[in-house]
């Protein structure tokens, strides 16, 4: 049990006190009432004894009375009524709530830590309010008057007279069998004469004279002058004297008289057959019968025809006009004892001990005696004459019942003479003096005496105060016997059926109990008696359980291992009693102090009770922010509940939502729970929305909020941003560029504030979550946001505006109208923003009404909310609400101190800056392919428009893959006309040739500058060749645009971002982006592989050494997936700064090339170097272009688009063997050496070859045209078009030593220096020679030695055979060299030297004469080791005999 003020050993002395009556004429309640008090509430306050009290028991020993306390009440002729005294409990409970500011107890009980009250004051006023209110019965006397002051005042005209009037009332309303109640001790009641004397307005010696005539007639310890009203009321407020009375009428006790003075309560006397209503206010002077009318009905008397079944079901049928709670509040303005001095309180403090001392003590002592004297002479008789003294007594006692009979409330009815009933007697008296050794022995002889007579009633009464005595006996001689109490419990409950006795009992007994830490034992019996019984129903039955329960609880909680979870579970039980009761603030206080053992514990189920029914206790009690909340917690749990129980717990939760927010319309927007918002997934985009393909024309993709995030891709968009920009500053990226975002999500970099533009939406991507079964309605759903208005332009001069948050002028708010989200659905919503002024804006967060989607069911017993009806979805049970988006920035760590502690950095995503006006540009593509095959080309339309109000410049592309795409050359002759002048709308600048020219070669020059792939430009940049190179607002330009399809097979996405920038400069924003991706899917079609080598023939049509053969293989692969009949090679043309292609060497007569399906094709060209003319110096961008053509069409290869495709590889091929590392040498002379010797061996040729291919289309035939490109380095070197797999190195062995060389040898290869001479025999390819005649044949043989580099080169010929292989031999045949057999020459540089040689054959035949080795070295080399050269092809030469 909680803790009470009272320890039990004051607190059961003081519940059973002498009972003094009081009977006052009209006058002396007259003075009294000038107080606004009655006679026996003026006492109160002082009935306490302020000394000890000393009595002599029956064996004259002394005896000590501590703290005697009397209760002095006007005498009530009718008992108080049930239902009165249930609604003046209820009152006392309810307006007992805990003191404000309250220090609550801590209590630590394993994990939990509880903030509990430690006291329980309205269980202590109850329990007072219950003790006193107790109405007396026959079987006790605890509660029956001893005494009875007859008062009289001095003013009347005969007091003494009306002293004796007085006394005759007295002795009727005791005598009279008319009168049951109230109930009085001992038929000779001890009268106490009390003259009251008003001090301010009465006669003094008049008092005085009629005080000593009533010593004289009553003597002088049977009446008192008390003198009062010392003072005039009207003094009052002159000075403060101190009103003891308020604590004691605020808890309207049972023994009040009558209502207060102006309480309108009026009450039907039961005694009168004319049931006349009397006025109780005490000042009503009417008397019947004789009778005063102050005593005629209790207080708390009701009208009969309000209980006519006597029943006990709750505060409605209690029909007093008003309760004394309104008599209370009407009475909190009233000074009591105003014409009371301090004086006057000492006086009736004085009155009150000498009323006890000379009269009720010696009184109660003289009984007791009496008493004590029958007691011995019964003890001296034999029982069987005791037993016939007893029927003699006992003459009228009911007779023997059958046990059936006796289990009935009382069993036997006593006499009042009865012996059994004086032994009571005696009993009650000793322990209403505290002589409690004697009350025990008296208590337990009259229990054997009932008990024996099966008096069962007499015998419960008897034990429980049996059990009392022997607990209060000082020095605890024996133990305190709890089974007395259950016995007398059980026996109140079962037998007599008398539940107020039994709760009596039980208070009394848990409360020793608690006294000896037995907690235990004590929240048994207080459970033991909250079970429903049908006997004992209704709202005292919930008021009675709801306090036993709660005290239960603290009985658990007090233990010496706080039971916390039983603890919980009774106040939860102890809750529900009390909002049954009516009790609402209780219940609501119970709920909350369980909820501390609940929450957070995973017991969601028992937490959605609980949270529920607070809130409907707060909402009931107008708490309606408490009731919010608790609602709330429902809610954003994640809830375990049936979809019907949400559906309803939401229901409620709006109700009461509703009505907090009609309280206060014009406040700020509350929080909403629902739905779930996830802040960090929040997503912002500047920007219109992308525009939706239009028939050919495609809107370029741009950023949207439907594209997932990808780092590899923003990283790829930043660098394309980041090399335009600095393209556009000469190379250098600004400080203070920071990559342009249109769409920022938590992956993207949100510290600094992202820039948007004026006149362009904001859309803000909110996440959603429902995390309810049932689905969510959100109506008018928009953003909330609060702007600053400021000027960048960097004019200071203009003052600061306010900020602004609800004007559509600067911002307007799009809403959503409705927005549902399903049951445990996650939904997104896009709201947008649309900003009208520059400034500074701040998103906050979303604002909407919730609702839901109501069906007519009630589910669990809780059904509509008070005030509710649950029909189909209304728009009246919307609430509207607000959340912000608190978005948490990334978490830092670049300093020491940021890695040792939390920190996060801001995240600015939803406050942007808005700029001024920028132009907007938009880009369309126009019959944009999606699938293409490897090198076709295919031309499209890009359509570029301005849709702002701004003019734009500086327009610009930017992609990885330059050489997929091109815009032409920079001058009109280069770029091709639209539509082409070509039979098939070629995409190609075609020009109709001579037939008979065939295999001829067609020259033209170009320079890489004007395709914009100059010397150190950026490749990956091209501008967009607008006209006048600006787009003004509202315009638009188409541009042909060549696409080429890559080399590899497969699916590529190529980045395209548009770079722009404004006419005007701007502080805020240099530059727009917009971004494109294409995807296109690429199919097989040729493979072309190529080698070069050096020709036999030393000169050319003009003199000059150097001619080449190309090898040309072409192969069909494609697989006739995309409908591919075949291929047609139709134009090889050749690029280069020194090499041109002369002529085809083509063996067949075929002139057409075709190429079927898996078929391969051979291709040999004769190459020649240019002309002098056509040589341009080495940092010359001239190439020369030459076309060899196999059909009737010459294609224009030094123009857009072939030309453009050409250069774009070129430049690529480059930026590729850039990345390669380059070799640094020890020796300079060494790395010029490799030089000149890799020199010989390089050869700058370009092929492109041009092919068309037919496609089979939906029956229709189409002619596609593409290009591939072949770049020859090296002399010997196979070159591919398409890129070659690397192998996978093979796996190595690890070595775990350091190599001793670990420089890169500087040494040529074999191969190059196999280029450095290059050797030509000059023979007849037949001699005629007559062996018949001479048998040796001798033939002269020119050796040309040309040396390539343009260093000195020392050269070895050898002529000697080389024998090693037996083949040798059957290749060489039978002839030699003639003459010198080794020659060793310096040749210089580029020089071409002969040597003549003669080869002796002795038979006919085929002979080799390609046996001559050659050495060759670099003469200022040493390092450099001799190396075999390798003729090109064998030197066959037919010798015949004639």
């Not at 101190?242 to 009428?249: A, E, F, K, T, V």
């Not at 080169?1353 to 010198?1380: A, M, N, Y």
Request: charged residues 20%.
């Amino acid at each position: 049990m909680a803790q009470c003020v009272q320890s039990v050993q004051e607190l059961i002395p003081d519940s059973f006190v002498p009972c003094v009556a009081a009977l006052c004429s009209d006058e002396a309640e007259r003075l009294t009432r000038l107080n606004h008090l009655s006679f026996a509430e003026l006492l109160r306050p002082f009935s306490r004894l302020t000394s000890e009290v000393h009595m002599r028991d029956p064996n004259n020993q002394l005896h000590v009375i501590k703290n005697l306390k009397i209760a002095v009440s006007n005498i009530i002729t009718q008992p108080p009524h049930p239902g009165a005294i249930r609604k003046l409990l209820s009152d006392v409970v309810s307006g007992s709530q805990p003191a404000e500011g309250l220090v609550a107890n801590v209590i630590t009980a394993g994990d939990y830590d509880l903030n509990i009250s430690a006291t329980t004051p309205w269980f202590e006023s109850y329990r007072e309010t219950f003790l006193q209110s107790m109405p007396a019965s026959d079987h006790e006397f605890l509660n029956h008057y001893l005494a009875c002051m007859l008062v009289a005042s001095s003013s009347e005209a005969e007091p003494v007279e009306q002293f004796s009037k007085l006394s005759q009332e007295q002795h009727r309303i005791q005598h009279n069998s008319d009168y049951s109640y109230p109930k009085w001790f001992i038929p000779n009641t001890l009268k106490y004469y009390v003259l009251l004397h008003d001090v301010s307005a009465g006669d003094e010696q008049r008092a005085e004279s009629i005080y000593e005539e009533m010593k004289q007639k009553y003597g002088t310890q049977g009446c008192y002058l008390l003198k009062i009203n010392s003072r005039t009321s009207n003094r009052a407020s002159d000075e403060q004297i101190p009103d003891p009375w308020s604590q004691y009428l605020q808890k309207n006790s049972i023994q009040n008289q009558e209502s207060y003075e102006d309480g309108p309560c009026t009450v039907t006397s039961n005694k009168n057959s004319d049931s006349n209503l009397l006025s109780l206010d005490g000042l009503d002077n009417e008397v019947k019968d004789g009778l005063p009318n102050n005593f005629r009905a209790h207080p708390l008397q009701l009208d009969p025809s309000s209980d006519s079944s006597n029943s006990i079901d709750g505060p409605d049928h209690v029909k007093s006009a008003s309760s004394l709670h309104e008599a209370k509040k009407t009475n909190t303005g009233i000074i009591h004892g105003a014409c009371l001095t301090l004086t006057d309180h000492d006086r009736i403090r004085q009155f009150i001990q000498e009323f006890t001392f000379r009269g009720l003590l010696p009184h109660i002592e003289k009984t007791i005696r009496q008493l004590n004297d029958q007691l011995i002479s019964r003890k001296g008789l034999s029982r069987s004459l005791f037993s016939a003294t007893k029927k003699w007594f006992s003459g009228s006692k009911v007779p023997e019942k059958s046990i059936n009979d006796l289990k009935n409330t009382s069993g036997l009815l006593y006499p009042p003479e009865a012996p059994e009933l004086q032994i009571r007697k005696m009993a009650d008296l000793c322990f209403l003096v505290q002589h409690y050794d004697l009350a025990y022995n008296c208590y337990h002889t009259a229990k054997k005496d009932f008990l024996n007579d099966q008096a069962m009633l007499y015998a419960a009464g008897a034990l429980e105060m049996a059990a009392v005595s022997a607990f209060l006996q000082p020095g605890a001689p024996r133990p305190y016997p709890a089974h007395y109490m259950d016995t007398a419990i059980q026996t109140y409950r079962d037998i007599c059926k008398n539940m107020v006795l039994a709760e009596r009992c039980v208070l009394l007994s848990a409360e020793i109990l608690k006294s000896q830490s037995k907690y235990s034992e004590a929240a048994a019996l207080l459970i033991r008696l909250t079970s429903e019984q049908n006997t004992w129903k209704g709202m005292d039955s919930d008021l009675r359980s709801a306090l036993l329960l709660e005290q239960a609880a603290h009985c658990f909680i007090n233990m010496k291992s706080p039971m916390v979870r039983k603890y919980a579970f009774h106040m939860i039980l102890a809750g529900h009693r009390f909002s049954k009761a009516g009790q609402k603030k209780h219940a609501l206080r119970c709920y909350c102090q369980a909820m501390q053992v609940y929450k957070g514990k995973g017991w969601s189920l028992a937490e959605d009770h609980i949270n529920f029914t607070i809130g409907r206790q707060s909402y009931t009690l107008r708490q309606l922010d408490n009731a919010v909340s608790a609602f709330r917690h429902i809610l954003i749990n994640e809830s375990k509940q049936s979809a019907a129980q949400q559906g309803a717990f939401l229901r409620e939760y709006l109700y009461v939502y509703k009505n907090v927010s009609q309280l206060s319309p014009d406040g700020p927007l509350p929080q909403l729970p629902l739905p779930y918002i996830n802040s960090s997934a929040t997503r912002v985009f500047f920007g219109h929305d992308r525009r939706p393909a239009d028939g050919e024309k495609q809107a370029a993709t741009h950023v949207s909020l439907d594209q997932e995030y990808d780092y590899e891709s923003s990283q790829q968009w930043r660098e394309l941003e980041e090399q335009v920009v600095a393209l556009v500053n000469k190379g250098v990226i600004p400080s203070n560029f920071h990559p342009t975002q249109y769409c920022l999500n938590s992956y993207s970099d949100n510290s600094k504030f992202p820039l948007a533009v004026v006149e362009e939406p904001i859309t803000v991507e909110v996440a959603f979550r429902n995390p309810l079964k049932v689905p969510l309605l959100l109506t008018d759903l928009s953003l909330l946001w609060k702007f600053q208005p400021k000027d960048f332009s960097g004019k200071n001069n203009e003052e600061v505006k306010e900020l602004v948050t609800s004007e559509p002028e600067m911002i307007g708010t799009e809403v959503i109208s409705e927005f549902l989200i399903n049951s445990e659905e996650s939904k997104v919503a896009r709201l947008k923003l649309f900003p009208h002024h520059i400034g500074e804006l701040h998103i906050l967060g979303v604002v909407y009404n919730l609702g839901t989607i109501q069906s007519s069911m009630t589910v669990d017993g809780i059904g509509a909310p008070p005030g509710c009806h649950t029909e189909k979805h209304s728009l009246s049970m919307l609430v509207r609400g607000r959340q912000d988006l608190e978005i948490q920035g990334p978490r830092l760590n670049n300093t020491k101190e940021e890695k040792t502690s939390i920190k996060y950095g801001p995240d600015r995503r939803l406050d942007p800056i808005i700029t001024e006006e920028m132009p907007l540009l938009e880009v369309f593509f126009i019959h944009f392919p999606t699938g293409l095959l490897c090198g076709e080309i295919r031309k499209a339309y890009v359509e570029f428009v301005n849709v702002s109000k701004c003019p734009l410049t500086g327009l610009k592309v930017v992609s990885k893959r330059p050489e997929f795409f091109t815009f032409g050359g920079n001058t009109a002759v280069l770029t091709p006309l639209s539509p082409s002048a070509s039979e098939n709308c070629s995409a190609y600048k075609t020009v109709v040739t001579d037939s008979a020219s065939v295999c001829t070669a067609f020259t033209s020059s170009a320079s890489s500058v004007d395709f914009g792939i100059g010397v150190g430009s950026h490749p990956e940049v091209i501008p967009v060749p607008l006209p006048d190179t600006v787009l003004l607002p509202g315009a638009s330009v188409q541009l042909p645009m060549w696409l080429r399809g890559p080399d590899e097979e497969g699916v590529h996405e190529i980045n395209f971002l548009f770079y722009y920038e404004s006419v005007k400069k701007l502080p805020k924003i240099r530059h727009r982006i917009l971004r494109h991706t294409a995807v296109i899917c690429t199919s097989r079609s040729l493979n072309v592989r190529a080698t070069v080598c050096r020709s036999n023939s030393l000169e050319d049509e003009e003199g000059r050494g150097g001619n080449m053969l190309v090898f040309v293989d072409v192969e069909n692969v494609n697989t006739s997936e995309a409908g591919v009949k075949e291929f047609h090679i139709v134009q090889v043309s050749s690029s280069s700064k020194h090499w041109k292609l002369h002529k085809s060497v083509n063996l067949s007569e075929n002139k057409d090339a075709k190429l079927g399906s898996r078929e391969k094709g051979k291709f040999c060209f004769k190459a020649i170097r240019c002309k002098e003319k056509e040589v341009a110096t080495q940092s010359s961008e001239k190439y020369t272009f030459a076309d060899i053509i196999f059909g009737n069409e010459q294609i224009i290869s030094s123009a857009s688009p072939c030309a453009d495709f050409f250069y774009r590889s070129l430049s690529s091929e480059l930026k590729k063997s850039q990345v390669q590392p380059s070799v640094h040498t020890e020796k300079h002379s060494a790395a010029d050496a490799v030089r000149l010797i890799q020199k010989c061996s390089a050869v700058d040729l370009n092929v492109v070859i041009l092919w068309k291919a037919y496609v089979v289309e939906d029956s229709k035939q189409l002619i596609l045209e593409g290009q591939h490109h072949i770049i020859l380095h090296t002399i010997g070197k196979e070159a591919f078009s398409y890129p070659q797999k690397q192998e996978p190195p093979e796996m190595e062995l690890l070595k775990f030593f350091r190599s001793e060389n670990t420089t890169v040898s500087s040494r040529p290869s074999v191969e190059q220096f196999s280029h450095l001479i290059k050797t030509s025999l000059h023979y007849p390819e037949s001699f005629n020679h007559p062996f018949h005649q001479k048998s040796l044949c001798l033939v002269p043989v020119t050796l040309l030695l040309s040396n390539c580099s343009e260093a000195d080169v020392d050269v070895i010929v050898d002529l000697r055979h080389k024998t090693t292989s037996p083949e040798s031999l059957e290749i060489h045949g039978s002839f030699t060299w003639l003459g010198q057999t080794q020659y060793k020459l310096r040749l210089k540089g580029e020089e071409i030297h002969s040597l003549q040689l003669k080869a002796c054959f002795v038979h006919t035949g085929v002979y080799n004469l390609g046996t001559p080795r050659v050495f060759a070295k670099l003469s200022d080399q040493l390092t450099v080791v001799e190396t075999s050269q390798q003729n090109s092809m064998p030197a066959l030469i037919i010798i015949n005999n004639v």
